[in-house]
Nanobody
Framework: QVVLVESGGGLVQAGDSLRVTCEARGRTLSMYAMGWFRQAPGKEREFVAGVSWSGRSTYYEDSVKGRFTISRDNAKNTVYLQMNSLKPEDTAVYYC???????????????????WGQGTQVTVSS
């Protein structure tokens, strides 16, 4: 079983950049497709970005396209979410999630992920 540990969240101002990191412990990261989700207070958890096992394919929610970049380093067992031009509406707890290589992977479907991290808070002030 893999354990996912997020880090890198914090308080920033609108327009700033931030990189959040997800480290996979206990299993090789290359076994999983990975996703980032976020949840703001009073709202449903929503898809942010996904990356395939090799890293060759990436997927983004429309509101973050062109601002956020998901990447992975399988040798370091780490997935990154680089967030640029942050907006107050990006404020949320950010979670990374792992999908085992079983069945079809739909990057934006939270139910399809088998493991979740504990989340890291990102707060963007205006």
């Amino acid at each position: 079983q893999v354990v996912l540990v997020e880090s890198g969240g914090g308080l920033v101002q609108a327009g700033d950049s931030l990189r959040v990191t997800c480290e996979a412990r206990g299993r090789t990261l290359s076994m999983y497709a990975m996703g980032w989700f976020r949840q703001a207070p009073g709202k449903e958890r929503e898809f942010v970005a996904g990356v395939s096992w090799s890293g060759r394919s990436t997927y983004y929610e429309d509101s973050v396209k062109g601002r956020f970049t998901i990447s992975r380093d399988n040798a370091k067992n780490t997935v990154y979410l680089q967030m640029n031009s942050l907006k107050p509406e990006d404020t949320a707890v950010y979670y990374c999630a792992a999908h085992k290589d079983t069945g079809t992977w739909y990057p934006d479907v939270a139910l399809g992920y088998h493991y979740w991290g504990q989340g890291t808070q990102v707060t963007v002030s205006s």
